[in-house]
Structures are given as C-alpha cells and as structure tokens.
C-alpha cells in the first residue's frame, strides 16, 4: 500500500501555492512536512484529504485508506467520549474504542460530555478518533494543539505503533514527536514561483 503524489500543485484563494510537488509514503513510515507559515501546508493536507481539487498533478492511494485530521476536533458536544468514539467507529464500520479511550487517556472520562472536556481533553480525544478508523492513512495538521508535554509523548507512542502496525502518517508539525525514523520534507522549494489565478476561480474564494 502507498500514497504516491506525482507533479502536484495546489492553491489557496483562487491562487496556485505550490507546484510541481511529487513524493511517495510507504507502509510503515512517516512524512513530516515543514516549512514557513503560509507555504500552503495545511492547502496541501486538505487537497490530499479530497476536500479541495488540485490543480494539476495526480494523486494516488486506495479507496477509503485515509482519514485526515485538521484544527477542528470534530466532535459532537452533546455527546460523551464513549458516545463520539462509538459514533465514529460505526461510520467506518467498527473500531477498538476501549483501546482507543485507554492509548489517549481518556478512559476516566468516558462518561463526561465533549462540551465539559478541557482544549486538552477534547484534542486526545479528536485524536483517538484516528484509531477506530481503521485506516492506515493518517494525514494530520497540527495535531499536538492544545496538548501538554505528557500529551504529546502519549500521542508519539500512538504514531509509532500505527507504524509498526504497517500504518502511514503524514503529519504538518514543529513539534518533536519522537520519530527518528521519520522523513521531512521541505515545502519551501515547491513553493509557486508566479502564482497564477486558477481558471475560473477568484479571489473571493474561501481560504482554507
């Protein structure tokens, strides 16, 4: 199993931000992107999720292989922990969410509802979404928002074992988490050199 993107260019705002971007992710590795704030890492993640088309470039992986993490934690607020994990395990057709309370921490607090739960509380458990998905790709933004020092160690761990389990992880991050074995790549030198207003797009479009 791969993610594989060939020639990519994608845009914000009706303009093009990246171009010519190619890589491929296998089983088992992880991708962290880098670069300055505003180089489109976030407009990549989302073209990658399908929530937006690229402009040019093709991008390959198997259906219903990947799951995207974004700032929103996505959670339902009238709901408790157990509920939301139970919600999304349904969708995608079952998941461990006993498993998935207990590698977040979170399994004291499987009766409290989402609305109750601190910024802390409610990203590990937007994060333990991922793990009753089932699927091997996760491509996350930021992910260690809101999280304490512990939190993060406790998120690094999760990583890892999606890794060892054969899984793939593209992550936009600055923070360490404790993946040596990670690649980085650098989105500065994809960056457009004239960007261009995509055909039959605007400046009024919504940034992402």
Avoid: C
Wanted: net charge neutral; proline share 4%; charged share 20%.
């Amino acid at each position: 199993m791969e993610l594989v993107v060939t020639d990519l260019a994608v845009e914000r705002g009706g303009l093009t931000v990246l171009e010519r971007l190619s890589f491929r992710l296998a089983a088992g590795e992880a991708l962290i992107l880098r670069g300055p704030n505003g180089v489109g890492k976030t407009t990549l993640l989302r073209t990658l999720a399908g929530l937006q088309p690229a402009v040019q470039g093709t991008i390959s992986l198997p259906a219903e292989s990947l799951t995207y993490g974004a700032h929103a934690d996505g959670l339902k607020a009238v709901l408790t922990v157990r509920e939301n994990l139970e919600f999304w395990a349904a969708i995608h057709g079952g998941g461990d969410v006993a498993r998935a309370m207990a590698d977040m921490n979170l399994t004291d607090l499987a009766d409290r509802r989402a609305a109750n739960l601190s910024a802390g509380q409610k990203r590990r458990l937007g994060l333990a979404r991922l793990l009753v998905t089932g699927r091997p790709i996760w491509v996350l933004d930021e992910p260690t928002v809101s999280l304490d020092q512990a939190s993060v160690a406790l998120f690094g761990a999760v990583v890892r074992a999606h890794l060892t389990g054969g899984g793939m992880a593209l992550l936009a991050t600055h923070i360490d988490l404790g993946l040596p074995e990670a690649r980085v790549l650098d989105l500065g030198p994809f960056r457009a050199t004239s960007p261009q207003i995509s055909s039959g797009r605007g400046f009024d479009e919504a940034f992402a």
